[in-house]
T-cell receptor, first 112, second 116 residues
Framework: KNQVEQSPQSLIILEGKNCTLQCNYTVSPFSNLRWYKQDTGRGPVSLTIMTFSENTKSNGRYTATLDADTKQSSLHITASQLSDSASYICVVSGGATNKLIFGTGTLLAVQP | DTGVSQDPRHKITKRGQNVTFRCDPISEHNRLYWYRQTLGQGPEFLTYFQNEAQLEKSRLLSDRFSAERPKGSFSTLEIQRTEQGDSAMYLC??????????????FGPGTRLLVL
């Protein structure tokens, strides 16, 4: 079954600290992997997108990594800010219909 | 604002009533998607259009749900005889048609539905 699992489910960090969010997937065939940021009550906003040939991609303080062999991805946030408080959703495109398969997200709270 | 817009942003209705949501995609995006998101979960695919053609429907889309995109621009999602289990955020996304596998979907702000 095509699935995307994320950990941790929630995370609280202090402003200025770094953190890493994890994503494991079992989608086959694999097309690409994206990380979205979703503020409370808003639609998701794309942060990064990677194909199987890309190992890392950065977007400002966000850096995503992909290991297509182990089917794992991580999103590293550097020097966190209060505005980083949101849900971060890992989304894998693939399977027989190349559909987007969403993880349940990691809820990040950055405290002052 | 040239992003995806959705209307209304919030809707409270009584069980058994019909509701209709509207989505205006980014201009010239020919793909349009509807998702449903419940609290603490990621979005679940409902249906998608390429231009005016509805190409795929999820099994989540019961016969009480219908979606249209009559002119290939805006889309509507109607829920008939609403049930409390329909309470969720309904998200719309659009994307341009690109070749390859790096299509990015741009999401609207969502319509939050509460069925009492």
């Amino acid at each position: 079954k095509n699935q995307v699992e994320q950990s941790p489910q929630s995370l609280i960090i202090l402003e200025g600290k770094n953190c890493t969010l994890q994503c494991n997937y079992t989608v086959s065939p694999f097309s690409n992997l994206r990380w979205y940021k979703q503020d409370t009550g808003r639609g998701p906003v794309s942060l990064t997108i990677m194909t199987f040939s890309e190992n890392t991609k950065s977007n400002g303080r966000y850096t995503a990594t992909l290991d297509a062999d182990t089917k794992q991805s991580s999103l590293h946030i550097t020097a966190s800010q209060l505005s980083d408080s949101a849900s971060y959703i890992c989304v894998v495109s693939g399977g027989a219909t190349n559909k987007l398969i969403f993880g349940t997200g990691t809820l990040l709270a950055v405290q002052p | 604002d040239t992003g995806v817009s959705q209307d209304p942003r919030h809707k409270i209705t009584k069980r058994g009533q019909n509701v209709t949501f509207r989505c205006d995609p980014i201009s010239e995006h020919n793909r349009l998607y509807w998702y449903r998101q419940t609290l603490g979960q990621g979005p679940e695919f409902l249906t998608y259009f390429q231009n005016e053609a509805q190409l795929e429907k999820s099994r989540l889309l019961s016969d009480r749900f219908s979606a249209e995109r009559p002119k290939g621009s805006f889309s509507t999602l109607e829920i008939q005889r609403t049930e409390q289990g329909d309470s969720a955020m309904y998200l719309c996304a659009s994307s341009p048609r690109v070749f390859g596998y790096q299509e990015t979907q741009y999401f609207g702000p969502g319509t939050r539905l509460l069925v009492l």
